[in-house]
């Protein structure tokens, strides 16, 4: 019987989506574990991961699947798009309302939860410093 169970608290859980929501790069799970340990001086690797993986089953984050690199995360949970730069692996949120709209598919049965768009290439700073 698969029954979903109310999860209990966790000061290790908030203190991650804490630290989620106070951060602009899109961390890795190796980047949340190593910004834990100063609260949590005996937090596991794998404790990292679990709550990474509640929290993103819960809808409290999202798990950005990089190309080629470890997941990252990022706790804002509203449709828009991000830039990879394939020089220096920075990510970040890019802003682009006008195409980044849930579609309407529902002449064809099917029905949208989510959409992710994202861009790849060089940025801005990496650009610079090439020229």
Known sequence: MNE??????????EKILELLKESRS???ADVVYEKMKDSFPSISLGTVYRNLGVLNEQGLI???MQPGGPDRFDADIFNHSHFYCENCGTI????DEAYNKKLDFTNEGHIVK??????????NHCHKQSQ
């Open 92 to 95: 970040y949120d890019i802003d």
């Open 114 to 123: 989510r959409q992710t768009t994202s861009y790849y290439g060089t940025c």
């Open 4 to 13: 979903t169970r109310p999860l209990r608290y966790s000061r290790q859980r």
């Open 62 to 64: 999202n798990r950005i």
């Open 26 to 28: 899109h961390p890795s």
